[in-house]
């Protein structure tokens, strides 16, 4: 049985939905700042950390995003009440009954998402899932002024969840926000990685925690556009369809341990693709394809369209429960992900092109 990594830990602990990703930033600032050639931010909050070689070489942007979903108050009624809206695409159904971390400047403020008891549901409003404003969060007060000392229109929120924990002695682990804290661990550790072995490395690296991903792939669209890659891979987590009920017909067949997912399809470079399958095999790394007919739901949809277009492939880790405070991931999977992209990343060569 694998442990979870100290670096991957603090980034799961670490709460940063999107627009609000300090607590991922201050992580990743520890464990990187003082450990690649270059290390710098930008005014969205995206992370580089870079890996150099040689000023004449092409460089490989990899990206993986650091922001959660989350919540944000948007009203506190007379009675102290907070209304609430969403930062990113949860599930209504699982809102409810929750409790929540408001991250103020003052610290951390417990709540409970609310909702009229069942029993006091009409019979046509059972089945029916809550929008947003029927929602609320009670912080335990009486009155607006008691809730205004506490917290403040547009603090952040995100679910209190227990720490991330292995499931029974298996590499199974689950934790709040997977999506996409994996990515983001995933290639800052191939930096690190690269960086410590740098001989016959014939490409410069930049490792990218971006901001904003949930909102809109926000801040991915920065970091491409500055980084100017000859290269891009994004890191992100994909469906794991390894659970009861599920229509392989409909959705790929994706398992837990059975490797990373590797995405073909229009967002992808057709000869990255074959590049990092070839990378697999020749290191004998397990992998998975995954067919995608859009462009996907990552960095690598403005990776691959920044500038004059950027080659570029996505790499996924499984992942069971996506967008709910429960995801579920494999250890080997997210080590064999990193794995991947250090092999893909020394395969390259300053001549490589990727013209089709």
């Known amino acids: 049985m694998l442990s979870i990594p100290k670096f991957l830990k603090e980034l799961m602990i670490a709460r940063s939905p999107s627009g609000y990703e300090f607590e991922a930033q201050k ?9 690649v050639d270059t290390y710098k ?12 070689t040689d000023e004449n070489h092409p460089t490989c942007m990899l990206s993986g995003h650091m922001d959660e979903l989350g919540f944000a108050i948007t ?20 809102i409810p009954g929750r409790r929540v ?9 417990l709540g409970i998402t609310g909702k009229r008891a069942i029993h006091l549901l009409d019979d046509d409003e059972e089945n029916k899932v809550q929008k947003l404003h029927e929602l609320w969060i009670d912080i335990g007060v009486k009155s607006e002024a008691e809730a205004k000392a506490l917290v403040c229109i547009g603090d952040p929120v995100v679910y ?23 990515g983001a661990y995933v290639v800052m550790e191939a930096a690190l990685r690269l960086a410590a072995e740098k001989d016959g490395l014939r490409c410069n690296v930049v490792a990218v925690a971006s901001a904003q991903e949930e909102v809109g792939t926000r801040g991915a669209i920065n970091a491409a556009y500055s980084c100017m890659p000859a290269v891009g891979i994004a890191v992100d987590v994909g469906h794991a369809t390894d659970f009861p009920n599920c229509d392989n017909k409909r959705f790929a067949k994706i398992e837990l341990g059975a490797g990373p997912i590797v995405t073909r399809g229009v967002n992808i470079n057709p000869l990255i693709f074959e590049r990092i399958i070839g990378s697999a095999e020749r290191e004998n790394i397990p992998y998975q394809i995954e067919a995608e007919t859009r462009p996907t739901g990552t960095d690598a949809r403005c990776m691959q369209v ?34 991947l992209i250090c092999a893909f990343v020394r395969s390259l060569k300053p001549d490589d092109r990727f013209e089709f």
Request: charged share 25%.
């Open 27 to 35: 992580v990743i600032d520890h464990y990187m700042e003082n450990a």
């Open 41 to 52: 931010k930008d005014t969205i909050g995206n992370r580089f950390a870079t890996v150099k």
């Open 75 to 94: 009203y506190i009624d007379d009675k102290g009440f907070l209304s609430f809206s969403a930062i990113g695409g949860h599930d209504r159904g699982i």
């Open 101 to 109: 971390q408001i991250l103020t400047k003052n610290g951390d403020v």
């Open 160 to 182: 209190e969840t227990p720490e991330t924990a292995i499931i029974n002695g298996t590499n199974n682990v689950t934790g709040r926000a997977f999506d996409d804290k994996a």
């Open 306 to 339: 920044s500038r004059g277009g950027v080659p570029t492939g996505l790499i996924s880790i499984p992942l069971r429960y996506m967008h709910t405070p429960v995801e579920t991931a494999n250890l080997e999977d997210i080590e064999n992900a990193i794995k």
